[in-house]
Nanobody
C-alpha cells in the first residue's frame, strides 16, 4: 500500500488549498479514506473520512462547513478541499486508509496505512 499526499503549502487566513492523495497497492474502491492532521506538539486528530463509494462523508466539528473530502475511484485519488483556512488549521496533513474493506470510521485506530504527510501553514 502506498499513499502519497501533495498540495500543501503556505496560505493566508481565509484562503484555500486542495490536498490530494494518490493511492496504490490495494483495491481503492473497496476502502474508505481519511484525512488526519497533526499540529506541532499535539496529537494527530481526525479531519474527514469518505466511504469507499463516496456516498458518506464524516467531518470533525472544527472543519465542518469549511472542508470537503471527495474521491475519484477512477484515478485512485482522494482530495481535501480546504476553504476559509484559519491559523489553527496549520498542521501536517496525512492521508490514511484501513486494512479492512467496507468500513468507515473516525477513529485513528481504524487506519493502518498512512502517507508521509504534507505541511499546511496558515499565516499572514
Amino acid at each position: 500500500v502506498q499513499l502519497v499526499e501533495s498540495g500543501g503549502g503556505l496560505v493566508q487566513p481565509g484562503g484555500s488549498l486542495r490536498l490530494s492523495c494518490a493511492a496504490s497497492g490495494f483495491t481503492f474502491n473497496s476502502h474508505s479514506m481519511a484525512w488526519f492532521r497533526q499540529a506541532l506538539g499535539k496529537e494527530r486528530e481526525f479531519v474527514a473520512a469518505i466511504s469507499w463509494s463516496g456516498s458518506t462523508e464524516y467531518y470533525s466539528d472544527s472543519v465542518k462547513g469549511r472542508f470537503t473530502i471527495s474521491r475519484d475511484n477512477a484515478q485512485n485519488t482522494v482530495y481535501l478541499q480546504m476553504n476559509s483556512l484559519k491559523f489553527e488549521d496549520t498542521a501536517v496533513y496525512y492521508c490514511a486508509t484501513d486494512y479492512q474493506a467496507f468500513i468507515l470510521s473516525r477513529s485513528i485506530t481504524s487506519y493502518e496505512y498512512w502517507g508521509q504527510g504534507t505541511l499546511v501553514t496558515v499565516s499572514s
